[in-house]
């Protein structure tokens, strides 16, 4: 019963949260996206969501999808994604690459999940979950995409994005295991835009969403204060209820975290007042 409800709320408020999050003046006037054109791509985003698996919200995509409309086509930057699983949110990301004339690289082993290592507080993962193929995700983004814009590259994280050297303008990090988030910062980061946007899906663990309160972390791979999270523990705020916390959350029903969270290269998340000082 309650499925059924949050599902109902989910399909009758999809024109209403289109014309909310993609309502901003600052949308670049280069793009020409009409009134029409916003619920054109809006449609299509949360159509994509039932035509493949995603632990996405189609929100997310549109609040990634803002970001990047928001940003002059002459400022450089691609778009990375880490974490395809079967191409669901990559295949809504394309299409604002196409929009925006700008590429998207897809970084994904195509195997599944690593193994967790037992620091990992995430080891309730199996080897090999969220495993597309990259002829899966290929064939997805061709059919309901923009494969044009898509440039794929196979391996393990730690393989693959340290031979990262093009500048980012935003990275969606979808990774599950909080190590693979932190190779993912550790390389993407240095690569970002001087407002260039990082975000992930996980953001509901305040372990997991830490890192990017931690001072010593920061300080010690990036000399700098630490960014910061909007959204940690609950996500953005794009039109659903969500007290939290997930681990007690089966008592609220009707309770349904949000989508994503992010930072930017800009933001500071640092505290600095200490009255006994």
Not at 57 to 78: F, N, Q, R, V
Not at 142 to 157: H, M, S
Not at 196 to 215: A, K, Q, R, T
Request: aromatic share 16%; net charge negative.
């Amino acid at each position: 019963m309650y499925r059924f409800i949050l599902k109902v709320y989910y399909v009758l408020t999809v024109p209403i949260s289109i014309f909310f999050i993609l309502n901003s003046r600052s949308i670049h006037p280069a793009y020409k996206l009409t009134f029409f054109k916003k619920y054109s791509l809006g449609f299509k985003m949360f159509l994509n969501k039932f035509r493949l698996p995603s632990g996405t919200s189609y929100k997310s995509h549109l609040a990634m999808g803002l970001k990047i409309l928001e940003t002059p086509p002459e400022i450089e930057g691609d778009i990375v994604e880490c974490g395809a699983w079967k191409g669901g949110s990559a295949v809504n990301l394309s299409l604002i690459c196409k929009l925006t004339d700008r590429k998207l690289k897809i970084y994904d082993s195509f195997e599944g999940l690593p193994e967790s290592r037992e620091i990992d507080r995430q080891g309730f993962y199996a080897t090999g979950d969220y495993c597309g193929t990259l002829e899966e995700v290929k064939d997805n983004i061709r059919r309901y995409g923009a494969i044009e814009c898509c440039e794929f590259v196979k391996g393990w994280f730690d393989e693959t994005l340290p031979q990262l050297d093009s500048p980012v303008l935003l990275a969606f990090v979808d990774v599950d295991l909080e190590l693979s988030l932190e190779t993912c910062v550790r390389h993407i980061w240095p690569n970002l835009v001087e407002k260039g946007y990082f975000f992930i899906d996980e953001y509901v663990g305040l372990d997991y969403c830490s890192i990017f309160w931690s001072e010593k972390y920061w300080q010690r791979y990036f000399d700098r204060t630490p960014p910061g999270l909007m959204g940690s523990g609950v996500g953005l705020p794009l039109g659903e209820y969500y007290i939290g916390p997930w681990y007690d959350n089966e008592d609220r029903p009707l309770h349904h975290p949000n989508a994503g969270a992010y930072t930017r290269k800009d933001f500071s998340g640092y505290w600095i007042h200490f009255p006994e000082n």
